[in-house]
T-cell receptor
């Protein structure tokens, strides 16, 4: 079974600064996707970024980038130039891509990010 | 249109009531999901529908009854719930549950309170 671990229940960052959220996972699969979702107080889970395991290049979406270390099973999220609107609960999630298996998401426990003005 | 729409946004129901939650998407996705989320916890998978057929039921009590009338619509029928069932219920959809899969899109959820 796959597990996803987020060891930082809470983090804070000063506006305009950079913050890194950690995520590790455990799997015996070779093909999978990793995601970071953001859940603000409005409750909607919003996809921030995704990474395909077969890609060595780290994914980037504007101010959001990941550091994907496949051998170490590590998938951290870096938020640059933090904005007040980045304040939310961030969930790391895993989804396998093995043929014939169900593709449901396995979530980490979440990191609550506070952005200080 | 990348929206998953859930109604109602809030629901308060008694333990003897029957109610339904509704979820709709028009992205042509063939996989739809129900998740339950308690405060400050990650979502927990309840059901997966793939091509309008129930493919995964994560040992959910029978007081929760899912239904997928067509490829755009997913319902969750509620009956004789307990106070511990109070939670945020999230619906999601993705291109497919089986085969080449990509990210899931989530609705805003229904905040359910059982009194």
């Amino acid at each position: 079974a796959q597990t996803v671990t987020q060891s930082q229940p809470e983090m804070s960052v000063q506006e305009a600064e950079t913050v890194t959220l950690s995520c590790t996972y455990d799997t015996s699969e070779s093909d999978y996707y990793l995601f970071w979702y953001k859940q603000p107080p409005s409750r909607q889970m919003i996809l921030v970024i995704r990474q395909e395991a077969y890609k060595q290049q780290n994914a980037t979406e504007n101010r959001f980038s990941v550091n994907f270390q496949k051998a170490a099973k590590s998938f951290s999220l870096k938020i640059s130039d933090s904005q007040l609107g980045d304040a939310a609960m961030y969930f790391c999630a895993y989804r396998n891509d093995r043929s014939g298996s169900a593709r449901q998401l396995t979530f980490g426990s979440g990191t609550q990010l506070t952005v200080l003005p | 249109d990348t929206e998953v729409t859930q109604t109602p946004k809030h629901l308060v129901m008694g333990m003897t009531n029957k109610k339904s939650l509704k979820c709709e998407q028009h992205m042509g996705h063939r996989a739809m999901y129900w998740y339950k989320q308690k405060a400050k916890k990650p979502p927990e998978l309840m059901f997966v529908y793939s091509y309008e057929k129930l493919s995964i039921n994560e040992s959910v009590p029978s007081r929760f009854s899912p239904e997928c009338p067509n490829s755009s619509l997913l319902n969750l029928h509620l009956h004789a719930l307990q106070p511990e069932d109070s939670a945020l219920y999230l619906c999601a959809s993705s291109r497919a549950a089986w085969g080449q899969g990509v990210e899931a899109f989530f609705g805003q959820g229904t905040r359910l309170t059982v009194v």
